[in-house]
């Protein structure tokens, strides 16, 4: 990637999530797309679970993730997946999505998990939201299609979570 302003190398900036010149030092901050996800366009040796296009390293309001550039999908650490829809409640407003059906059929898709190959349990998501995510329990990792983080994060009812 190229500095729009001289053209030269772009680099990371791991722990401010944007690139800056290498040699002109200017900076260029990533689009946000509907799932909140900042792509950083660095290439990951993980393959997406859903269309094998190499993933790539994002971030989601202050979280890493690796994110497919071609389907949108999302990979995303469980342990940090609720408190990362929390932190993007907060900074939200407007109004929740209508109530939606969950689409049963969903839970016959079967995916690999990216990072150890074997079946990720498909199941329906415990919060807000109605939909099917994927999870590796032994990788500690979420698989979330493109447009799903935004259901859960605009669902109905999304400021009434129970922590109980």
Known sequence: MNCNNCGAPLTLVWDKTYFECDYCKSLYFPDENKDYVHSLEKATDVACPVCQHQLVHAVV????????????????????????????????????LPPRILDKDELKRELECPICHKPMDTHPYAGPGNIIIDTCNPCGVNWLDYGELYKIVNAPGRNQINLM
């Open 61 to 96: 309001e202050e979280t890493r993730v690796l994110h497919c550039p071609n389907c949108k999908g999302l990979l995303v650490n469980t342990f940090v997946f609720f408190p990362t829809i929390l932190l993007i409640r907060s900074r939200i407003n407007g109004p929740e």
